[in-house]
């Protein structure tokens, strides 16, 4: 129930995501180039009825997405968790990415209803910087900037408070909610620093000077899902399109898990920057990379023991064919996956009649699922994964890194070898100095948000727990 007066908050996720995509356009007109693209393929898999290698809910396909945002501090992270709440986005999982030597961590902001998902399931995974992992020189730099700076405008903490207080917003206060929470994820084109601290920052890390020289949390990208991934990225690549070097996640598949993202690559974007010592009338030209493209393509979420079969071939993958030996370890039919327990589904009814299979007598008895889905009276629907991968994200992070565009040439003129077979590359171009680096730090994240995040394998067990609940009651049977 939501007050008649008020937007519902699903609508209100509909059109702040529409409002987004439309800023993006604007920012990135490749963008736009990419969406087409994404149209196109999505489309063709539709018609074609590759039902094998499709996903589940074709109705919610166009308004799939994802955005990124990186964070500098814990201010930062606590105002963007209220505003994302408003439009129905709460905090799951939580992700490492000093494992890819990133000096960061993150949550994926995201609907957690399956009635949510369904009318509208855009999420932003949302970083925010470790200072404790940087060096004290560039920590220092970076906070100085990070702390004087704001990246919400007084109106939007004033609607922040209106929203929070009245449970919602009515219609003009949406516009305007809408509107100003926009100005947070918009692009400058001026630096709030020198050229000179930008590149000190630069220095230790790309990443760092992105997220430390600007005065909002701009989108770094805006991410459609495509049914074919491959295709999709075929296709970037012969439209001319400066792409990453191969798919992250899991290999091509005839029935996909997880989550396979790829990108093109930032653009170079002239930038200004103030004079020595901050002077905004001294103003100085640059170049910064603040955009990507990426897509993605969206299988089932797997078990945790589904994850760690998944993470083991990963570990492992120098040794063995990365499409074989995967798919040999996770089978790649949905019998075999939901029977050994490798991947979460939803049961539905699919037909209440029940007089074939048991009598009605045995009505009283609790029936196994097992024998109610080899009846017929209930299926199992694998469950997307809604959530992302820790080492997929450090790849896509690369995307916004110069050097990370140097391979891509060589796939121009290997368009059709395909890129699933390729390994992870943990391997890049700016390791940071340390020794014993790499550490997670949950509780710290939590601190900083000011709340738990939720357990993703809990949420999707939760999901199909619930399903089977309204079975059993559709069915007016006990089901064990
Ligand atoms: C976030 C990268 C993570 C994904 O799709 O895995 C991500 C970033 O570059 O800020 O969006
Ligand atoms: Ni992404």
């Known amino acids: 129930y939501h007050h008649p007066d008020l937007v519902d908050q699903d609508d209100l996720r509909a059109e702040f995501a529409l409002a987004m995509s439309a800023m993006y356009k604007q920012e990135v007109p490749l963008y736009g180039d990419l969406v087409q693209i994404v149209r196109e393929v999505n489309q063709a898999v539709i018609e074609e009825g590759n039902t094998a290698n499709r996903a589940f809910e074709e109705e919610r396909l166009d ?13 930062e992270l606590r105002v963007i968790r209220r505003v994302f709440a408003l439009i129905g986005l709460y905090p799951v999982g939580y992700y490492d990415l000093s494992v890819a030597d990133l000096p960061m961590h993150a949550t994926a902001f995201r609907p957690v209803s399956q009635r949510a998902l369904a009318r509208n399931p855009f999420r932003v995974f949302t970083t925010i910087l470790r200072p404790n992992l940087l060096e004290p020189r560039s920590r220092e730099l970076a906070l100085s900037m990070i702390l004087r700076r704001k990246i919400f405008t007084d109106q939007l903490l004033d609607h922040i408070e209106q929203g929070e207080a009245h449970g919602g917003f009515t219609r003009i206060q949406a516009s305007s909610f809408i509107h ?63 792409v990453k070097d191969g798919i992250e996640g899991p290999p091509r598949r005839s029935v996909p898990v997880l989550l396979r993202p790829t990108s093109f690559l930032a653009l170079e974007e002239r930038t200004l920057f103030r004079g020595r010592g901050g002077l905004a009338t001294a103003v100085f030209q640059g170049m910064h990379k603040a955009h990507f493209g990426e897509i993605e393509q969206r299988g089932a979420a797997v078990t945790p023991k589904g994850r760690s079969l998944y993470d083991a071939v990963l570990a492992e ?98 368009a059709s070898s395909g890129t699933a077979e390729r390994k992870p590359d943990m391997e890049h171009d700016h390791q940071f100095p340390k020794g014993n680096w790499s550490f997670s730090d949950q509780d710290g994240f939590e601190e900083a948000l000011g709340c738990k995040v939720m357990d993703p394998y809990q949420w999707y067990a939760n999901a199909q727990g619930e399903s089977l609940q309204e079975c059993s009651r559709i069915l007016g049977l006990a089901i064990s």
């Open 63 to 75: 308004l799939e997405g994802h955005g990124a945002i990186r964070l500098g501090s814990e201010q």
């Open 180 to 242: 100003e929470a926009l100005n947070t994820f918009r692009w400058q084109h001026s630096a709030a620093c020198s050229f000179e601290d930008y590149q000190t920052l630069k220095s230790e890390h790309p990443i760092l000077a992105d997220i430390s020289c600007f005065g909002t949390a701009h989108i770094n990208h805006l991410t459609p899902r495509t049914l074919d991934i491959d295709r999709a990225y075929t296709l970037m690549k012969s439209r001319g399109l400066k």
């Open 317 to 414: 993958v120098s040794h063995f064919d990365w499409v074989s030996d995967f798919n040999a370890r996770l089978p790649d039919n949905w019998n075999d996956l939901l029977e050994q327990g490798l991947v979460y589904c939803l049961y539905r009814v699919q037909k209440t009649d029940l007089s074939q299979g048991f009598n009605r007598i045995a009505r009283a008895e609790p029936v196994s699922v097992q024998q109610l889905l080899k009846d017929g009276i209930l299926e199992a629907i694998p469950q997307t994964y809604e959530d992302f991968l820790p080492i997929s994200a450090a790849g896509i992070f690369r995307s916004n890194l110069s050097e990370s565009g140097s391979s891509e040439s060589s796939h121009f003129s290997n």
